[in-house]
């Protein structure tokens, strides 16, 4: 890891535990921090009626709680959407200001 961003993740270690934040969203920067470009990120439950999905960072099961959005085609929801998203199904994002995004494009899907 590169000198200037393990320096920048520690500066935010220490403010978060100087004003005693633990927020999903602090967790994320410093992880964004740390481990800048894409990361593998595994499908907590099924998405529902949304653009978004829970996902662990990193390791299935015992990762840090994400929430990522995914870019949808011809629909707004990602349980319309192909590829299908369930429990356990690796993606790929990338944290860009501020918010975790899926690196696949999701389209609508068709019944046959």
């Known amino acids: 890891m590169p000198k200037e961003t ?5 500066r935010i270690d220490l403010a978060a ?5 633990s927020s999903p ?7 964004a921090v740390r ?12 998405p529902g009626a949304t653009n ?5 960072l990193d390791v299935d099961l015992t990762g840090s709680v994400i929430t990522v ?14 590829p299908r998203l369930a429990a356990g199904v690796p993606l790929w994002v990338k944290y860009h200001q501020g918010t975790w995004r899926a690196k696949q494009l999701f389209s609508a899907s068709e019944d046959c």
């Open 6 to 10: 393990n320096k920048t993740a520690e």
């Open 17 to 21: 535990q100087r004003e005693q934040l």
């Open 25 to 31: 969203q602090v967790i994320q920067q410093t992880n």
């Open 35 to 46: 481990h800048a470009g894409d990361r593998r990120a595994f499908v907590k439950t099924a």
């Open 52 to 56: 978004q999905v829970q996902c662990y």
């Open 69 to 82: 959005v995914c870019d949808l085609v011809g629909t707004s929801y990602l349980n319309e959407a192909v």
